[in-house]
């Protein structure tokens, strides 16, 4: 195995490990503290949850901690082994996987008083979240948010408004503190805040050399999942911004020499940087990610025509995985336009399956819309076991090659 | 009736669905048009009262997937391949158009690849209906919806979507599930007349063809069982499974299991109980699309819907009222849903007492042997055999 990265390493990305350190520690104080502790997804409105002064728990991010922790597959197999079929979602099994053995990373998980989930993201967070209810016996939430094809049709969003109507009864009731708009409105301000900064760090990486890539990004997108709504996020990305302008502002890329800036598709493969560092030592640097760039959407505004329950109910409606393919291709086109991709890597990701059906479509009218060259890699996001490196390795340096003599002729 | 004519006419609904793509052609040659459905969450009502016909899409067991390889990957529902496969080599060109309800990641997909493939002209209907049935809110949302799909099943047809010709669709498709419900409970008796293959078929075929003959022929079946209901009193008759699970597409596999000395006896399939539990019927108050909404909302629930809890309570309804004494779940390969209810249903099942037997299948890939060896010991367990 190669030495760690090629790539410049960002100075602000080294407060990661603190912030990432404080919030599991908080997760596993909270109880201890009074403070209710709600297991949410990452499409979910945690604003809410900031405001109300409860701790919201991602079992999501704890699937990339075991992941890079490169504990999953122990997890995962402590799932199956309870009968959690080893084609359900890895996230998940390492969730039940950690449940029942009470191991993993933290040692055990934070016992939930509730938990609140959302289908905007895919089907299988509400599956996962019936059986964490089950387990813990504890209250369960559900937002539904109907499938978008081109805009949220009416009736669509004023379903989801009332729903998050329902929700502020529903906390106030599980958590027995009180809803105050006022502080809600802070906590709108300061995930705008830091969603907005999130944006603009995306773009600047339209710079050539690129400053930053898919690591620093995938690692980098853990507040805006799990503290979007808090100072401390919104003063993360600040510096983040500001140390990534200075490099663009003195030309500096976050590689020596890059040659092919690419774009990836779907979720990381957590429990292997190396394959990056590996394109990265090819030349090859991602100038843009779908999967990062999800987080931006989640910006409201309450002074148009709704009040800003209705902005909330239309950025969480248009999540990236709840909008039809169509929609993804241009958004995805449009990237690939303003970022210069030279190519686009799919990761087939077997555990997400809202993210990879389709996927093949998309990769065709990329080829054959934009003339762009496309490469599907067979992974898995946590599960190590299916993904073989090797083949995988084999075909970057074909899809590489590919791109250069296309820019020699 | 003899018991024999019971068989012949259950034969004829199987031939009618084992030559369905060719006989579904000919409805379409004679004038009417052709809507394919997923799922027993799409109110087949509306596409009846909207002038035009209802197929329910079921997976090809006969083929191995082909042109689908390009859409999907391999590790996506197998059910789904299938059926998309199917579409893809143009084996169903005698549908005019389809309506995927929400349900499943993987037929949201599919539903997605469909409309990227398809021509203009080609009815391609996202049903978005709830994931959640419970309260208010999903019931006014789903009004809405159904509302839309109506219209639009209208429109294409050129018809009126009026109150008239969905209380008669109402009736008749309230018929037809009350009368198939009568025929599954033919085995509640200890040596049951109908096999649980052979009352599988009669859905298969139930959701092919034209409604106003599928009533005629479960009329007919009814009247025979109710000459020759079989018997309670002798022996100790097979051992009584339940099957659990999603769609089953080929009854042939209830026949491998049924083979090893048991009688299927109850089920919950999407292609069985799931599928005609529970009428429409009429309160005073309410008006024929708000009857449907409230219908499809408080039917039994599958995997896709939340809350869960209904589906239990059917489930244990199912083992008293048929005697159950094992349970077989039959998981198609890949789907999150059902792999996810799993350990529940194994549990509340196990706590009852029941043992659960896990076979994981794809449609292409019946592998025969290897089932029967696994039911042939979980029958044998259960003081059963052959």
Redesign the interface.
Known sequence: MEARSPGRRLESAKKLKDLGYQYYLGSMLAGQQGQPVAWITSGFPVELIYAMDIFPFYPENYGTLCGSRKVSGDLCQAAEARGYSQDLCSYARCTMGSIFQNAGPLNGLPAPDMVLTARNICHTVIKWWEAVARHYNCPLFVLDTPFVRGEPTEHQVQYVRGQLTELINFLERHSGREFKMDKYMEVIGRANRAASLWKEIQSLRKASPCPLSALDMFTGMFPIVTLRGTQTCADFYQEMRDELAARVAAGVGVLENDQFRLMWDNIAIWYNFQFYDYIHSRGGVFVAETYTSAWGVYQFDGSGSGDIFDSVARRYLMAILNIDLDLRFQQMAEAIREYRVDGLLLHSNRSCKTYSLGQLGLARRVQSELGVPTLLIEADMTDPRAFAEGPARTRVDAFLEMLNQRKVT | MPLQDVRDLSAGLSRFFAERHQRLREIKSAGKKNIGYFCSYTPEELILAAGMHPIRILADPAEQAGPVD????T??CAFARSCLDQLLRGRLDYLDGIVFP?T???L??VS??T??IKQEGFFNH?L?M???LD?D??R??YL??LAILYRALADFNGRQADDQSLEKAIELADANRGLLKGIWDCRRVKSPPLSGEVCLGLVNAAVSMDRQEVRGELEKISLALAADPGKDDLGPGPVRLMVIGSVIDNPALLGIIEQSGACVVADDLCTGTRYFTGAVGRAAAEGPLEALARRYLERVPC??K???GPRLDHLSRLLEDFRVQGVVMV?Q??C??H??????I?DHLSARGLPVLLLEVEPAHLAAGQLSTRVQAFVEMLGGGL
Request: proline share 13%; net charge positive; hydrophobic share 35%.
């Open positions: 390009a859409h999907l990957q590790f996506s929400c499943c990641d993987s949201r997909a997605e690849i409309r990227s996202f978005n709830p994931l959640r309260g809110l999903p006014a949302y809405r919806e995997p896709t939340h809350p869960a998981l390969k890949f999150e849903p792999a996810f209810d799993y350990p529940m194994r």
